[in-house]
């Protein structure tokens, strides 16, 4: 989709990968990209060897329930050059959600998408150590997930409280 | 050469053997600090020269639950650190006790989500509550000095 304001990011965005843009806005004064979960890798990977978006300031995930596509991943990548930001998302939906790692694009990306699997149980296929990082290996679930009932714990040792 | 009474006839003293043993205890306190969060900060403040724990013999942190005798469990515990926690507990030699310094080792404080302990109590025993967030230093000398009381009056082992 052809952005209506004249981002020279966006616009090209839009040129190279057509379809693969679902929309693509200004949005108070930041460019932000929601792009199909398909072309997340393509998409990151011509941006930072064709537009110089050398950073990956941050990785994250969101949970909008209940609206569906349920889940969103958030990227934000940074032009050290010339100080350019720029904003990606992706929609997930359904109860597996799964989008390709960055991980062999930006090392950085390696801890943050498992940060992100911990808390939303969002699945990045192809990186190459998928395991929870802040909370321990027998916690059931992921906690950021907004149905995750606010009362549950899952103590290692003492009593459930 | 034989030794002279410095006291004149009077100079003896009676008590229980428990009483007396609690005196010296209670101001040969060694701290083992377990800091993990903000409260460390009013920790520090509270060792400095300003407020002066010395006072009550537990100026001294070893930082080795072997050598410790009072566990100072400061900031917040999460799941995933209380088994270390319990372990430093069961390091100690008798007698030992613990302090539980801020609210969040009180009842876990704001943190009621899935990651924080709700209360050290529910891990250790705990022998003093000091609440606050952080807990002022005259707050924590107060609790200080309430171990001390129920080190001098308790029963003694040895």
């Known amino acids: 989709m052809t952005p209506d304001n004249d981002n020279k990011t966006l616009i090209a965005l839009a040129e190279k990968f057509g379809e693969s843009v679902i929309e693509s806005k200004i949005d108070r004064g930041d460019a932000v990209a929601v792009i199909a979960p398909g072309a997340v890798h393509d998409i990151i990977a011509w941006l930072r060897d064709q537009h110089d978006f ?82 321990y290996e027998p916690f059931e679930g992921h906690p950021l997930r907004r149905d995750y009932p606010i009362e549950r714990r899952q103590p290692l040792i003492g009593p459930r409280n | 050469m034989a030794l002279k009474p410095l006291l004149g006839d009077d100079n003896f003293v009676t008590t229980r053997l428990d009483q007396v043993i609690g005196w010296a205890r209670k101001f040969s306190i060694f701290p083992y ?46 799941h995933k650190i209380a088994p270390l926690l319990k372990r430093v507990y069961e390091q100690m030699c008798e007698p030992k006790w613990v302090v539980a310094f801020g609210v969040c080792t009180c009842t876990g404080g704001f943190y009621d989500n899935y990651a924080t302990v709700q209360g050290i109590d529910t891990i250790v025993p705990v022998d003093v509550y000091i609440p606050g967030c952080p807990p002022r230093p005259e707050t924590v000398i107060q609790g200080v000095m309430m171990l001390q009381e129920k080190i001098a009056n308790g029963k003694q082992d040895w």
């Open chain 1, 54 to 135: 050398k950073m990956l300031a941050d990785l994250c995930g969101v949970d909008y329930l209940p609206r569906e596509p349920r889940f969103e991943v958030v990227y934000q990548l940074h032009a050290m050059g010339r100080g350019e930001r720029i904003r990606l998302r992706v929609q997930l939906g359904g109860k597996a959600p799964e989008v390709a790692t960055i991980s062999d694009l930006y090392p950085v990306a390696d801890w943050l998408e498992r940060e992100t699997w911990d808390m939303f149980g969002i699945v990045f296929d192809g990186h190459p150590n998928l395991k929870r990082i802040l909370m």
């Open chain 2, 33 to 78: 600090p377990f800091v993990t969060a903000c409260c460390g900060m009013e920790y520090m403040s509270l060792s400095s020269s300003h407020y002066d724990l010395d006072r009550f013999g537990a100026a001294f942190p070893r930082f080795t639950p072997r050598q410790a005798d009072m566990l100072f469990v400061v900031g917040t515990i999460s």
